[in-house]
């Protein structure tokens, strides 16, 4: 498995523990599992910069807006890039028809595939890995998969983009925008570029990087990025902001206003209309 993808094993071990919580937010009774031994080391390699409640506020904000996103707009595919370990097609209520597209490294879904191999199915709904690279042609492979351009899509793009170069991490968002059918709606979450440079979290950054898995992209302005990438941006929240706190985050949010501060993004975007894209 690629070094980028065992980070994947390290926010299933935060998902753990949150699940391991009396008050927990979420339960993940798949997450020990996949995290293993090592998902557990990383936790403690990359201890600081408020990853462990950073992942719990991140994955119960998405949670949350993906049941919503299903229910409200009817959508019934549902795309996860990068998907590492997550279990949500497991874990959520689905509603029946669904399929769940999990697209990541060949090498991460073989491991999860043997990781996860005795789970049965729940019922009335599809789950379908695809192994591709992001940085390359995936589109094709997704629509080899059974995934329908024509009919509105569910894209959540959580813990990747900080992975990527800049020009990368455009043509991706771009690309979905101009794959995706009226009524598609994209999650995910983005970190500030102050968050590259954040000298209180240089030890944490010095192991990505000495790892093979350096963060490489943040923007101060998540709106414009993705509003230049073809989405409508409904929401952009901070982690202990009003509905991304979940009374877990600790520290203060200095306003949007302050340079220089460490900070991540959780958006929801939707797709304009195509009277819109067409104006
Ligand atoms: C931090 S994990 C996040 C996994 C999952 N979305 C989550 O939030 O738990 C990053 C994931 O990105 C995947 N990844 C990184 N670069 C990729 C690429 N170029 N193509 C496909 N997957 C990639 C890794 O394999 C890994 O599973």
Redesign the pocket.
Known sequence: ??A?????Q???AA?ALETDREDRLFADPYARTVADTIGFDLLDRYAGAGTVPF?AI??TY?DRAIVRAVEDHGIRQVV???????TRFFRLPWPDGVTVYE???P??LEVKADMLAGEPAPAGRTRVTVP?????D?TGPLRAAGWNPAEPVLW?????LF??PEQ?VRHLISTLAGQSAPGSVLLGDVISKAALQNPLSRAFLNCLEEDG?PWLFGTETPEELLAECGWDVREVRQPGESGADFGRWPYPVPARAVPRVPRSFLFTCDLPTAEVRAA
Do not use: K, Q
């Open positions: 498995m690629e980028v993808s065992r980070t994947a390290w926010t299933a998902r992942l991140r994955t998405l996860f890039l990068a998907a590492g370990m997550d697209l990541d490294r090498a991460l591709v690279d992001l940085t390359e995936w959540v793009v959580e813990g990747l992975f990527l990368a898995n």
